[in-house]
């Protein structure tokens, strides 16, 4: 399921809400806005990007030898991300320490993906069966013992997905500070890609729109009836049009080797 759902390229219109949810918890905005590369030179945040769908695609289509490379990087990056909250925020208190290896945050990123490539699969491709999306979910939490995080940590079907976020909702930690709402600027309008600006209002479309409605009112977002009209559409146009789209353009292109190396392998056991 994993291969399935990571193969499509139109998943990326997930990245941006599942950034913007993960900016809501004040130790990884805090954490973001002291070692990342958003709001650099022109180009840094495409670079950024880039690297981090690398990374996603070893991970979902590479050899072991490719997602032990991969969980490498990740480790190495996190090894440099660490410091202090400078204010209160929510629950959390002013010199509250964070670090990118933290379990929790990492359990954080990791639920704020999921929740966001389904909801984006389901929208601009197809809908996905109970069993599938809870296959899904197991499928993903095979990183654990990667990034170190304790096994048992990161959620093993939908439910145990809805109930952590709803938990986390609940809790007092995820709070949208003014250091979130600065980072979320450069996610929304990178710098210098303003000429992108039609496409990026495209982009921008479900990583507003598919936010939870709090978080969303709590970035300040401005989103009316025909924003709604607008997501919706755009989505059933691309979901009515991506089955005649080749696959060169639709899955990408780690997937596309992984799909046809499979086929290989299984003829080669029929014949």
Known sequence: MTQKINSEVVLILGWGRAILLQLAHPLVACGVADHSSFNAAPGAPLRRL???LEVMLLLTFGTPEDVARAAGAINAIHDRVHGKLCETAGNIPAGTRYSAHDPKLLAWVHATLLDSFLSTYELYVGPLTLEEKNRYCTEASSIEPLLGIPPGSLPRSLAELHRYMDEM????EIVVTETARTVAQDVLSPPGLWVMGPFLW???????GLLPTAIREAYAF??????EASLRLSAGIVRALLPFVPSTFRHWPKASRFWFTI????????F
């Open 202 to 208: 495209l982009f921008n479309l479900p990583t507003i």
């Open 222 to 227: 401005r989103w009316v009836w025909w924003h």
């Open 50 to 52: 880039r690297q981090t």
């Open 169 to 172: 909702f609940a809790s007092g």
């Open 263 to 270: 086929l290989e392998r299984t003829e080669r056991l029929v």
